[in-house]
């Protein structure tokens, strides 16, 4: 079993920076793949950004390339989503998850387990 915590989101104008934490516990940490997800009112979930077991190597959803950066401390177990130049359209409840056969994987069903969710509301 891991466990998820999301935290860091809140109101923001558009064009300023939040940056979302999730800290893990449970099964080694590094042993996943972890990813955050978006879900906006009456949409699906969608993905937003992944990054590999020693955080070498990471990807992003289109929309999000240039202002959004996905980084992990596996000293401390957490991950983090540094989100700047944010837009109106970036509003959404976030997600952290973590996937233990692989990393990169765009599907939610790819995913083992999620957090709580944390709002993120820009405001334009």
């Known amino acids: 079993q891991v466990q998820l915590v999301e935290s860091g989101g809140g109101l923001v104008q558009a064009g300023g920076s939040l940056r979302l934490s999730c800290a893990a516990s449970?099964?080694?940490?590094?042993?996943?793949?972890m990813g955050w997800f978006r879900q906006a009112p009456g949409k699906e979930r969608e993905f937003v950004a992944a990054?590999?077991?020693?955080?070498?190597?990471?990807n992003y959803e289109e929309s999000v390339k240039g202002r959004f950066t996905i980084s992990r401390d596996n000293t401390k177990n957490t991950v983090y989503l540094q989100m700047d130049s944010l837009k109106p359209e970036d509003t959404a409840v976030y997600y952290c998850?973590?996937?233990?056969?692989?990393?990169?994987?765009?599907?939610?069903?790819?995913?083992?387990?999620w957090g709580q969710g944390t709002q993120v509301t820009v405001s334009s």
């Open positions: 998850a973590a996937d233990y056969a692989a990393w990169g994987r765009r599907e939610r069903s790819a995913y083992e387990y």
């Open positions: 990054i590999s077991w020693g955080g070498a190597a990471t």
């Open positions: 449970g099964r080694t940490f590094s042993s996943f793949g």
